[in-house]
């Protein structure tokens, strides 16, 4: 779908209530999303080995214990098990074993093997301090467990859970997330204490959670079993703080004062006469969190509040160019002289340029200093019950508003100063029972997610005003609005009394930054609330070997509310080099000849192909009335079974089969409508997504039979959840009008514009388009976006503590699902681009010969060319192909470790859910399939494609004895950098969406590394009090390397792609009519800025904390 229609949506994923904060007892084991983990392992004799059936093992923590009882070949399994450490106790006769410091994660078995002499002749008790293995032998998942003690000692670049994410293999950010294993952000599945808090509309995380409220994070990257689903990348798993029989808690603060803040390197953006740039004021949080008992051995509670504040010093700066100087024979400038070349100076009528760096040459005008600001919260609260330790359950309750001030940069403050509020709301309820000697257990979850976003100009009348734009014109003109100083005024004005340059334009828009005027644009008053259920039953049996088979199912069901409007109904384009504004509204059209009265107005438009323009029946949709809020709504629900089979305690087989279901429905105001292309009413559901059978098989072998080691395979099939942006615009009868008028159509110039404005447009104007006019189609036989994967892999404990792992990864797109359009964007089909089953075609065809109604004969007829034309399209295709080097040191002596090298290669023509080509945040209906003419040269190294990425964190413990404990960590990461590209506008679509060139031709960006250090000093206070202050510096070397250039080769030409081309051909490229798409002979424009850096990493921050904990 066409990304003229995104800049709300570009807003809303980016500048969600996530990024306002941020710039235990009751799940079985192995649970999909499950807040709890196990021991398992075999009991034997010392002297003879054999298997030891009767020994009692009691786990203990600071909750209540559990009991296990050996089988007849010495097994045993305790699950339901908070993260945490553990004292194992094995009760034989008269000798008693304890085990300390067992670690326990989420959704992990921890591997205790004992051994017990059963020969001692008197009573003992045997206390071993050795850790068991960190090797989990019953699963094939891929992944990272992060904990207190990391997120403690290891500086982490942000306070919640996201910004520890990176730390797992094959992981990298893409500006709106983490993406994992050749994925987009958009495609993982994120939980907080069990409740799905992915975002409703895009799949971004959800919902924040700052670290100091985190017991751990479970990170599963890949190999996940049939609980797991509605993920083609990772799946985040979040366990906040659960009490227990002892009183703890912990104060916090941390601040990065904005005086220990290296000022950002400034970043040349050439053919603009505005520069901004930001440098973090200050960054603040503080807060406490406090856990324990309000009945012992029964009830307990966890409580947190971390209020938390961050302003950022945007410098807005104005200059002009300048024509001055010339450069000398021996390459350098001359002085500047600005009179004419003729008079004996060096102006002469061409802006001056930097011989260095080929840039045009500015002098500043003026600067002022805006601020951004944000406060906000966040919050816990959990119950955890037992009526007995076989029966438990959970309250929980997470929390995070947020507000934030943002200011206009590039026009009017009323246009641009906005207010962003919102907050996320977590709630869950959840038991777990246990019996039959604890081997069936069942467990029952319902959970409530809620997001909401609101945004409200800082002016009223903006919220009510058509928004302006004013493109490619003169900041000198712009200034006699009133907001720019008088030095810039006077600086950019041309031609005017004291213009040092008279021979060129002093302040053009070259590159089309524009002007705001006018109101706000989109309106943003979003509510997204998901209600969850899910049931799982789990049972144990012995039958050749030890079963673990699990059977569960879960629904949701998803609703979104938002508007679907513009501040005053309607946005200007006005385009300042050709003389033309374009009006841009949302309407909703009926067939030619209705007589419903509700359609008051007429859209006049030429269809493609058409000779004449047909005037369409249409209605305007303002800020308020029908259609001006879209209600949607999702429902998906999923079942499966899997059975974990230890066929020996060294040998297991993992089968499961997951079987999921996804009905996408219409707004509620569009659902009697009648479709203007099929002449039949929308109805209820959209598109059903049904016959989701995903498999997962996985076989393990551990060769020291200790839980030192496995080899491991794993293949499986994952299906997407569409996210609900679908609803809000494909299936909401999302209808743009757009209509090109040329000034003298529009009145009289306005002073300070330049130009006429768009309230002074009149008539039908010239061009039109009705985009989408024939909706939104679903192919018949559509069918569900998928992804295979296949894992090798081996893990081994080579030294107490330490664990080495190697492992093969590949990732298949082996379906999509994108909208297309055959006919010039008036009608959009969301299909599998490529591919439309024979069966659907001829179901079709055979309505089409049974129909005797010639006009709806004829519509059919449209319809089935329009599927056909489907199998035009190029199959998408993404394949990850990764190797991946893991070695991590459990903390242990002082020292921890983990580190990773992953060489990947990720190619394909579809990058995935994000389109990061043009920035486009639309998920299955982007722009990238619309158009068949944009299918060329789209092949190659995808954005996500970085093949080398080296990742190392660790710190080390100094025990100063009564001192205290001196603590120093590090992150390091080296990675490679991304492919460039060759891209210019499509004549109707807008900048970035046609590749001049084949995929990644151009090159990369460079190699980039960053290091991180932490230093931190503790010390113990009166009782189990401990006081920790510590300081992290982060980007230590202020290495402020590249993290995006600009790919536009021209910006103001639309041309299509030299398929196959290379650089030396774009000298041969045309520019394409804008209104017609027709090839002229015109060359194209180059924009000035293609190929510099537009955006580089942080700089040099240092950030200090202190918490006093108990």
């Known amino acids: 779908m066409s990304i003229t229609r995104t800049s709300k949506l570009l807003l809303s994923a980016v500048l969600g209530t996530g990024s306002l904060l941020g710039l235990a007892l009751t799940a079985p084991p192995a649970h999909a999303q499950g807040t709890t983990g196990s021991i398992q392992g075999v009991v034997t004799d010392t002297s003879t080995g054999d298997a030891l059936a009767g020994v009692t093992i009691v786990v203990t923590s600071g909750q209540v214990s559990q009991t296990a009882i050996t089988e007849d070949d010495g097994s045993y399994r305790i699950t339901g098990l908070m993260p945490g450490d553990y004292l194992v106790t094995f009760f034989f006769g008269d000798t008693t074993i304890e085990r300390k410091n067992i670690n326990v994660g989420v959704d992990k078995t921890t591997p205790v093997f004992q051994k017990i002499n059963t020969q001692a002749a008197v009573a003992e008790t045997i206390v071993i301090e050795d850790k068991p293995p960190a090797i989990d032998p019953t699963s094939t998942s891929q992944g990272i467990t992060i904990d207190q003690e990391y997120t403690k000692n290891i500086p982490v670049p942000g306070r919640t859970f996201e910004s520890t994410l990176g730390a797992a293999a094959g992981s990298q950010g893409d500006g709106l997330g983490v993406a994992f294993s050749g994925s987009t952000s958009l495609e993982n599945q994120y939980y907080v204490d069990g409740v799905n808090t992915t975002g409703l509309r895009y799949g971004t995380s959800g919902s924040p959670v700052i670290n100091n409220f985190i017991e751990e994070i479970e990170v599963i990257t890949g190999g996940y079993n049939a609980e797991y689903g509605r993920a083609t990348g990772a799946v ?40 901004t740039i930001g440098n973090l004021d200050y960054s603040a949080d503080a807060g406490f969190v406090l856990a324990g008992p309000i009945v012992k051995d029964k009830l307990w509670f966890a409580l947190g509040v971390a209020p938390t504040a961050n302003r950022t010093k945007i410098t807005r700066s104005t200059k002009r160019r300048m024509d001055c100087q010339q450069q000398l024979p021996s390459g350098e400038l001359s002085a500047c002289d600005p009179r004419s070349v003729a008079s004996g100076g060096f102006a002469d009528g061409t ?15 003026g600067r002022r200093n805006l601020y951004d600001t944000s406060i906000g919260a966040y919050m816990l609260g959990k119950l955890n019950y037992a009526v007995r330790p076989e029966h438990q359950g959970q309250l929980s309750f997470n929390a995070a508003p947020g507000r934030r001030v943002a200011k206009q940069l590039y026009g009017l403050p009323q246009s641009g100063d906005y207010t962003i509020s919102g907050a996320t709301t977590d709630v869950a309820a959840k038991w777990t029972s246990k019996f039959n000697d604890n081997k069936t257990e069942v467990e029952a979850v319902i959970g409530w997610h809620r997001d909401s976003t609101t945004v409200t100009p800082r002016v009223a009348a903006a919220g009510v005003t058509p928004y302006e734009d004013l493109i490619f014109g003169n900041l000198g003109v712009w200034s006699d609005l009133g907001y720019e100083d008088a030095s810039t005024k006077a600086g950019c004005t041309d031609n005017a009394a004291g213009d040092l340059y008279p021979l060129i334009e002093n302040c053009p ?5 524009g002007y705001s005027v006018g109101g706000l644009g989109s309106v943003i008053d979003d509510r997204d609330n998901r209600y969850s259920a899910k049931l799982a039953l789990t049972q144990r049996v012995k039958a050749m070997g030890s079963h673990e088979i699990k059977a569960g199912v879960d629904v949701d069901d998803n609703r979104l509310s938002e508007p679907r409007t513009y501040t005053g109904g309607v946005f200007f384009q006005n385009f300042q080099d050709r003389s033309q504004i374009y009006t841009n509204r949302f309407v909703q059209v009926a067939p030619v000849m209705t007589d419903d009265p509700k359609f008051d107005e007429v859209c006049p438009h030429t269809p493609a192909g058409a000779m004449q323009p047909v005037q369409q029946p249409c209605r305007y949709i303002g800020q308020t009335g029908e ?29 499961g089969l997951r079987y999921e279901e996804q009905r996408l429905r219409y707004a509620e105001y569009l659902r009697d409508d009648i479709d203007i292309s099929t002449n039949q009413p929308f109805g209820k559901n959209a598109m059903s997504m049904t016959n989701m059978w995903a498999p997962r098989l996985g076989l393990l072998y551990d060769w020291t039979k200790e839980g030192r080691s496995k080899i491991y395979g794993h293949w499986g099939r994952f299906y997407e959840s569409i996210p609900m942006n679908i609803n809000s615009r494909s299936f909401a009868g999302e209808v743009f009008y ?30 039109s388009d009705i985009i989408g006019i024939n909706g939104t189609l679903v192919a018949p036989g559509i069918k569900p976006q998928y992804m295979d994967e296949r894992i090798l892999g081996v893990e081994y404990e080579l030294a107490e503590d330490l664990k080495l792992g190697i492992a093969y990864q590949n990732r298949g797109l082996g379906r999509v699902i994108e909208d297309v359009s055959t006919d010039g964007a008036a009608t959009y089909v969301i299909a599998n681009p490529g591919e439309w089953g024979e069966d659907a075609e001829a179901d079709l065809m055979s309505r089409i010969e049974a129909e005797d109604d010639p006009a709806q004969r004829a519509r059919l007829e449209t319809l089935l060319r329009q599927f056909r034309g489907i199998r035009k399209f190029d199959a998408p295709k993404r394949d990850y192909h990764a190797l991946q080097f893991t070695v991590t040191r459990r903390f242990s002596k002082a020292l921890y470790m983990q580190g990773s090298y992953t060489y990947s290669k990720t190619k394909g023509n579809f990058p995935g859910l994000i389109s990061y080509d043009n920035g486009q945040v639309d998920p299955n209906i982007s722009s990238q399939y619309d158009l068949i003419e944009l299918m060329a040269n789209r092949y190659g190294s995808l954005p996500q494609d970085k093949p080398h990425y080296i990742k190392l964190d660790g710190y080390y413990q100094f025990d100063l004895k009564q001192a205290g404990t001196l603590t120093t960590g590090a992150r390091l990461r080296a990675l490679s950098g991304e492919p460039r590209q060759a891209l210019a506008r499509h004549w109707l679509y807008g900048p970035n969406e046609s590749f001049l060139l084949p995929r990644g031709t151009i090159g990369r960006t460079q190699f980039e590394t960053g290091l991180d250090v932490h230093v931190g000093y503790a010390r113990k206070l009166k009782g189990n009090m401990e006081l920790e202050v510590y300081g992290d510096i982060f980007n230590v070397f202020n290495d402020q390397g590249i993290a995006g250039v600009s790919d536009a080769y021209s910006v103001q030409s639309a041309s299509n792609p030299i398929v196959g081309g290379t650089y030396e051909d774009l000298i041969f490229a045309k520019e394409n009519d804008l209104q017609t798409g027709r090839e002229t002979s015109s060359p194209i424009r180059r924009n000035p800025n293609y190929g510099n850096t537009t955006a580089r990493y942080a700089p040099l921050t240092v950030q200090f904390g202190a918490r006093l904990s108990f």
């Open 236 to 275: 985040v798993n979040v366990v906040t703080i659960t009490g227990d029989n002892t009183l703890k808690g912990e104060v916090f603060a941390s601040v990065r004062p904005g005086l220990l803040v290296a000022e950002r390197e400034f970043t040349p953006f050439e053919g603009a006469s505005i520069d």
């Open 509 to 513: 828009d070259l590159v089309g930054h």
């Open 351 to 365: 802006a001056d340029v930097d011989p260095d760096t080929g840039f045009t040459l500015y002098e500043e005008l």
């Open 738 to 767: 757009r209509q090109v008028y040329d000034y003298d159509q529009c009145g009289d110039m306005v002073p300070g514009y330049g130009s006429p404005s768009g309230n002074g447009c009149t008539g039908t104007g010239g061009a």
């Open 627 to 655: 259609g001006s809020q879209v209600q949607g709504q999702t429902v998906n629900w999923s079942a499966y079974v899997r059975d974990s089979w230890q066929i020996r305690p060294n040998l297991t087989f993992n089968a």
